[in-house]
């Protein structure tokens, strides 16, 4: 089960930090993803951090501005946002795959809940 917490609504240029927080003992297994689907849109692939946290990847076009960590002593993972534009306005999901650096939506068996971000111009 993975517990999101942290959306709302912001101006544009401001910041807001995602969190989602897993069950179970093996989290440390898993990698983590952030995924987004605005409206109308296919859900795409935000960013994941690898097992131990180590290593991080994000779409180009969040690059520079997200910021993903995780905390596997509280089985919890963390998208800070800076610099917020009103494209990012979407669903924020995290996911958790077993695949190392999984990128693809089929590669993630476990969903968070989802949770709203809307950023106004």
């Known amino acids: 089960v993975q517990l999101q917490a942290g959306g709302g609504l912001v101006q544009a240029g401001g910041s807001l930090r995602l969190s989602c927080a897993a069950s179970?003992?093996?989290?440390?297994?898993?990698?983590m993803g952030w995924f987004r689907q605005a409206p109308g849109k296919e859900r795409e692939f935000v960013s994941h951090i690898s097992r131990s946290g180590g290593s991080t990847n994000y779409v180009d076009s969040v690059k520079g501005r997200f910021t993903m960590s995780r905390d596997n002593a509280k089985n919890t993972v963390y998208l800070q946002m800076n610099s917020l534009k009103p494209e990012d306005t979407a669903v924020y999901y995290c996911?958790?795959?077993?695949?190392?650096?999984?990128?693809?939506?089929?590669?993630?068996?476990?969903w968070g809940q989802g949770t709203q971000v809307t950023v106004s111009s």
């Open positions: 996911a958790a795959s077993p695949n190392s650096l999984a990128t693809m939506k089929y590669e993630y068996g476990y």
């Open positions: 179970g003992r093996t989290f440390k297994s898993y990698t």
